[in-house]
């Protein structure tokens, strides 16, 4: 059942959300025989050009229906990952989505510039919506025009056929126009959504995710899907289920990403995949010259 995202192929429709499955180890086993390869997609942690550690402890809360999270976007920096992370993602067979943030336009045009030779990387997804981003440091992309700007910026970098992809936010006020800028600045596809803004008990800004947040992103997707029809969108926040999984796809997205679920059940991904490879419906809607509209109903005399 493969799915085809951005001009891409995937060998299915459910990807591991950034910064959920780990460098991809922690996962491994917890993803079936088939290991990273089972997943359409292994979407790396947000990479910035320099080491960062992270923020302060505690990273991580429960709140009653979801996950709170200021992790300071942690990574080894793009050289390091580069050298050791990415090659051991492909040696699995993982097709890795590189997730990346600048503190400048400049600072992601020279990241882009970086991956653009970097063997294995199927895809960029560009972070436009770290909920932490002043903390952590990199260009808050909030607003449309500079969520274009970083787009532009690093597709001038690549060649042709590396597809970009566009981070949002699950913001209704904002989502569609942020989707159309994205769309217009090259984006192939965009993902909606991150976490929600939030904030942790002591004030610092923080990440809303899990099951709270589901079905305000399943509202994005359906809206974005409304308001620009020919954009594929990857449904993400809040997915632990199958049923969740083809609610999004119902939606008309072409495939969706599993987060903070993972790290309440690891298996979580790897289940999703399986039990949507046995449903038709599904199997359906990976065909890329499927359409999600439906049928008009037909009018009454009409032959069938
Ligand atoms: C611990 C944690 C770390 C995350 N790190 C990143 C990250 O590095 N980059 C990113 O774009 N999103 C990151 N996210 C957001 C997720 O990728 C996802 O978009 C969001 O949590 C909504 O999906 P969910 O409700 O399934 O978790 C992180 C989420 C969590 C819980």
Redesign the pocket.
Known sequence: MSTSLGGITLAGPVMV????GGTGRELAGYSGPAGLSAYGAF?T??LTRDPRPGGPAP??LESPA??L?A?G?P?PGLDLFLATELPWLVQQGARVVV?VAGRSLGEYARIARRLASAPGVAAI?V?L??PDAVVAGVLDAREPFHAGGAIAAVLRELPRGLPVLA?LRPDLQRVVETARVARDSGAAAV?V???LPAAMPDGRPA?L??PA??PL?LRCVTEVRAALPGLQVVG?????TAADARAHLRAGATAV?????L?HDPTAAARIVRELADDPAVAATSDPTYDPTPAPTPAPGDRP
Do not use: D, F, W, Y
């Open positions: 959300a950034a910064g959920c979407v942690r947000t990273r991580l979801g996950l999270h992790t976007l990574n997730s997804e972070n919506s770290a981070k993902v959504g991150n976490a990440g995710s899990g947040i589901g992103a993400a926040g809040g997915i632990a990403q599993v987060g903070s679920a790290l």
